[in-house]
T-cell receptor, first 114, second 112 residues
Framework: SAVISQKPSRDICQRGTSLTIQCQVDSQVTMMFWYRQQPGQSLTLIATANQGSEATYESGFVIDKFPISRPNLTFSTLTVSNMSPEDSSIYLC???????????FGQGTRLTVV | KNEVEQSPQNLTAQEGEFITINCSYSVGISALHWLQQHPGGGIVSLFMLSSGKKKHGRLIATINIQEKHSSLHITASHPRDSAVYICVAVVLSQGGSEKLVFGKGTKLTVNP
């Protein structure tokens, strides 16, 4: 299985600012995903990061708030824009090397907005 | 009702005890994952299974497709097993792509 390095592991940010989270995979993966886990809640899919094209967002998430880049098959970023305290969550990326394959995950980014 | 339900929500055990965490799902799945989430948020994939049983060290995962139920067992539990365990259903969505549906997790605390 692949290994994903996710950075930063945690950050405390001022409201109104933006934070970009990076995920670097040690091998090429066809599928990459970004999730949010709000306090006490389960992981929720934000979007599927598509290589070379715009991400596919789930209901309730929009590109202006969570712009995503995926310039190649090993790297993706998620930006949390114009942050508010409600954005305080764990953000997680994951990858899969194809359908019916095991999913693997980054270490998570614990974001606190003050 | 969540498509993936886990029980119990919280579990406290003494070191050495046998642990069982249950997962029931209401959708058709192509596979099911068990994940371990550490206090800092990082996640490790423990198992992916679509039928039968898998074993890795002290961990055993089983799935019954007909009953739409999976269990994760930990034998001879240890304080280092303390974590949140998450069940994840792999669902085929419209268009043929896969979607991961997460349970809320079971927080396990193993006391020495």
């Amino acid at each position: 299985s692949a290994v994903i390095s996710q950075k930063p592991s945690r950050d405390i940010c001022q409201r109104g600012t933006s934070l970009t989270i990076q995920c670097q995979v040690d091998s090429q993966v066809t599928m990459m995903f970004w999730y949010r886990q709000q306090p006490g809640q389960s992981l929720t899919l934000i979007a599927t990061a598509n290589q070379g094209s715009e991400a596919t967002y789930e209901s309730g998430f929009v590109i202006d708030k969570f712009p995503i880049s995926r310039p190649n098959l090993t790297f993706s970023t998620l930006t949390v824009s114009n942050m508010s305290p409600e954005d305080s969550s764990i953000y997680l990326c994951s990858g899969k090397q194809g359908m019916n394959t095991e999913a693997f995950f980054g270490q998570g980014t614990r974001l606190t907005v003050v | 009702k969540n498509e993936v339900e886990q029980s119990p929500q919280n579990l406290t055990a003494q070191e050495g005890e046998f642990i069982t965490i249950n997962c029931s799902y209401s959708v058709g799945i192509s596979a099911l994952h068990w994940l371990q989430q550490h206090p800092g948020g990082g996640i490790v994939s423990l198992f992916m299974l679509s039928s039968g049983k898998k074993k890795h060290g002290r961990l055993i995962a089983t799935i019954n497709i007909q009953e739409k139920h999976s269990s994760l067992h930990i034998t001879a539990s240890h304080p280092r097993d303390s974590a949140v365990y998450i069940c994840v259903a792999v669902v085929l969505s419209q268009g043929g792509s896969e979607k991961l549906v997460f349970g809320k997790g079971t927080k396990l605390t193993v006391n020495p």
